[in-house]
């Protein structure tokens, strides 16, 4: 009972003001709840706005209460009830429940009333320990280890706590360097070339150093981590093999914890789902995007990117009809006009490539609607603007379009200009594929539209793409909705 009278003697003499809140209650409102207010129904938008609309100036008065509301938002975080928070996870809400906890046991020990304080600590060391929190872990294990060594001087107590102590810190100190890595990589991004030979040798070298702490240490944030490192290194050096088995490693790691880290496992799970896609394991891809929208709500943003992946493999098994049926999932949604734009840039070249193959009727749909190019390049004006691969299956598009139309003179006007743009901005190693499929389009112009002259010139370009097989096309895999091959099939069928 000591710990039960400590804390409400301790309560008792420190009044808690249910004001110090932004919490609704039955008091009278303050200029605090009044401001909060304001922010809600979005009428102050400045710091200025916000003095000038209670006090007609910014003086000492409207500092003060700025002072008390960052106080009242703080007070009322740290009452905030997340148990019928469906949105966050098992582990979200032991974590958040674990610093209150640790927070009230520092406060206690602060204020010496060490049976309080160490109640606090024995629980917060059981749960963080459960969950791989070694943040709070290490706070705990600290009050437990100076409560049995300094104050109760009990030699075993104290010795396991110390322990702990050093097995923790070790922990943590792997979790610190997990993260100082993770930063350094994106800063090298952004200074040096992605997948340049030295880069994969930079984030390798992170990776050999973090990976022997895998079996041992499961940190949320350091597993993640160190994950993502390996991954992002298997990624850029095109090695998908690789990065497939990690993936289901990774995989099967997040499926075996007791508690279920849905953001990792979902992060997992996508890089495996574009593993399978490279690697043309469709229906192992499938599985894995099924698995992915289990644990998304379909409101979530990241529903549209699983449901692309889930539209290109169809349209890459040529399984047409359920390609449609995701497109139509993703364009009757409410919330598709909401999603970023680039998201719906990639929908709109998804788009396009699917109403090229209900216009060649390789899918029959009631009602067709009409395609206008014009509309289509005016939706996707950044991925246009790249100068490199992004718009390569724009310019294919187009081109599609125009010979499928007979479109002739508007064709060999098109043709032309992609033939200046990939001689300036298209490099030949970087899109192999793209650059042969483009060079066999030029041939059709140039051939007069005639499907047997054309047949003839194309040979060598089609046996550039059958040196460099779609599955080994490497990071530019995924400009190929449709394989260059089965396009050229269906552009001779436009031709004469």
Sequence with gaps: MRFYEEIVNFIRVNTIYQGHTLIKNTRKANYSDNLYQSLLNQEVTTEEEAAQLFFGVWDHRYRELRQRFISSLTTSVLMLDWSGDRSMSKYQKGYYALIREIAVAKILQGKNLRDSAVYYARRCYKKSKELACYDIMEDAVLILMRYYGAVKKRQKEFEFYLNELKQVSEYRRIEKLADEYYSSMYVHQSKSKYDSEESILLYQSYYDELSPYLDSCDSFRYQLITRLIQANVDSISCDFETL?????????????????????????????????????????????????????????????????????????????????????????????????????????????YLHYIIELRALEVEKPAKFRVGRFLNSVPEFSKDKRVQNVPILIIQILFMILRKRTDEAIDRIERIEKYCSRHLRYNEAVRSNA??????????????????????????????EVPLHQSGKNFDLELIPYERLWEYVLSSLK
């Design 244 to 352: 497939y088995r990690h993936c289901c490693e990774a995989v099967d790691y997040y499926l075996d914890r007791k508690v279920l880290h849905k953001t990792s496992l979902y992060i997992f799970l996508n890089q495996k789902t574009s593993a399978c896609i490279k690697l043309g394991y469709y229906e192992e891809g499938l599985y894995t995007v099924n698995q992915s929208l289990k644990l998304l709500d379909d409101n979530s943003i990241n529903w549209y990117p699983i449901k692309h992946n889930e539209f290109f493999i169809y349209m890459q098994s040529k399984d047409y009809k359920q390609a449609n049926e995701v497109y139509k999932q993703v364009f009757n949604k409410k919330q598709y006009k909401n999603i970023p734009s680039y998201m719906k840039e990639s929908w709109a070249v998804a788009e396009a």
């Design 437 to 466: 499929f483009i060079k066999m389009l030029l041939e059709i112009p140039k051939n007069g539209f005639r499907k047997a002259a054309v047949v003839r010139k194309v040979e060598r370009y089609q046996k550039k793409l059958a």
